[in-house]
């Protein structure tokens, strides 16, 4: 199932080229009183949502796709985390490249560990990236996003895509420069969750998936989730020994080589296999 957030906040399920607005379904979720859930309630409500999901869904309203503004699929995550250097040819052009490394060695995820990025910074793909310092260099990011599912910690790699609700596009923007990754990756708009969440049951392995990016049309990422460094279990195994992952949670798995600074006016596309593309705008911020 594709599932969306749209508009002025509908649930929808994706059908071809069309959203079923199955938003009913949020009246059968529980009512909630302070202090609210730390988790996102449609995601840890999921697997209860979906047979109603789907049998709303053939007869529900229906708006085109190309009409709809859609937002990040995940509302309410309780974080989203990210993993740096996580595929070898990106590691190697931002050995090479001072603007990338500002003139720090770069070293591996084993040295890093994993970084966490805002939730302030969170967006669907049609409300665009808005650029606030024009005069410093902001990257794109296409990267593979897994949305957990389930409560969990300690959790082992052969258990660990058990926990994963879906799968959508990530892009985990990003401002160059000396400051921490998570002050430089956390501005509003730099982290994008699109167009919808694949439910995991539609990607049986994560780790075969070709992923691309072009910026105005010009391919600048290129890549096949086959070689990221830690693959997607061994990401959850890791997150979980440092953090209890929540219904909703992030995980930005990092970017391939071919990053590259985005300006005002550029178009960003990106695409991965089995879940679909999305479109980006890059505007200034007012
Ligand atoms: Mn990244």
């Not at 082992?156 to 990756?185: P, Q, W």
């Not at 392995?205 to 096949?224: A, F, I």
Request: with cysteine; net charge negative.
């Amino acid at each position: 199932m594709k599932l969306c957030r749209f508009n002025d906040n509908r649930l929808g399920v994706v059908l071809d080229d069309q959203i079923a607005d199955v938003s009913s379904v949020l009246d059968t979720l529980p009512v909630y009183r302070w202090p609210l859930p730390i988790y996102d309630v449609v995601i840890a409500n999921l697997d209860r949502l979906r047979p109603q999901m789907e049998k709303l869904a053939a007869s529900a309203s229906r708006v085109p796709l190309r009409a709809a503004t859609l937002l990040s699929p995940v509302a309410n995550p309780n974080k989203i985390i990210g993993a740096p250097v996580n595929y070898q040819k990106h590691i190697d052009e931002a050995k090479i490249d001072k603007q990338i490394n500002v003139g720090n060695e770069i070293k591996t995820i084993d040295y890093y560990g994993l970084f966490l990025k805002a939730n302030s910074s969170l967006i669907g793909p049609s409300q665009g990236i808005e650029i606030a310092q024009p005069e410093r260099r902001h990257d794109h990011e296409a990267e593979l996003g897994v949305v957990i599912g389930k409560e969990c910690r300690n959790v082992s790699r052969a258990s660990a895509l058990n926990y994963v609700a879906g799968y959508s596009i990530a892009l985990d923007m990003t401002t160059r420069g000396s400051e921490d990754r998570s002050f430089r990756k956390s501005l509003d708009t730099y982290s994008v969750l699109g167009p919808w969440l694949v439910t995991s049951d539609e990607i049986a392995d994560p780790s075969v998936l070709d992923l691309w990016l072009t910026v105005n049309k010009q391919p600048r990422q290129r890549t096949n989730t086959r070689h990221l460094i830690y693959d997607v279990p061994r990401l959850i195994e890791y997150a979980s020994m440092f953090y209890t992952l929540l219904p909703g949670d992030i995980i930005m798995t990092g970017t391939p080589e071919g990053v590259g600074p985005v300006v005002p006016g550029d178009i960003i596309d990106v695409g991965i296999e089995s879940i679909g593309e999305m479109q980006v705008r890059v505007v200034a911020r007012t």
